[in-house]
């Protein structure tokens, strides 16, 4: 059974950073290339980046791009994204998933980010 964990979310400022991982488990994990999306209060889910399965090509939403990093390690079978100057409209419920997954329906809990003053 496949299973992701989303962890590290919390309330930063604008301008701050945070560390998403997403701990997964259930499939091989070095084979499969992974996402993050997120969803926004009232709003359907958005696609933020990916990255191959050796790590090797990673891609971004224009509104992301030079501000978040995905990586992966797959010793660890653990996705992360890190998430720098943060702004309010990055506030959002964050998942990963597989990205050949129809709709991300792999993706787990999410973790909540909220960016406020």
């Known amino acids: 059974e496949v299973q992701l964990v989303e962890s590290g979310g919390g309330l930063v400022q604008p301008g701050g950073s945070l560390t998403l991982s997403c701990a997964a488990s259930g499939f091989t994990f070095s084979n499969y290339a992974m996402s993050w999306v997120r969803q926004a209060p009232g709003k359907g889910l958005e696609w933020v980046s990916s990255?191959?399965?050796?790590?090797?090509?990673?891609t971004y939403t224009p509104s992301v791009k030079g501000r978040f990093t995905i990586s992966r390690d797959n010793a660890k079978n653990t996705l992360y994204l890190q998430l720098n100057s943060l702004k309010t409209e990055d506030t959002a419920m964050y998942y990963c998933?597989?990205?050949?997954?129809?709709?991300?329906?792999?993706r787990g809990q999410g973790t909540q980010v909220t960016v406020s003053s």
């Open positions: 990255i191959s399965p050796r790590g090797v090509t990673t």
């Open positions: 998933a597989k990205t050949s997954d129809r709709d991300y329906a792999s």
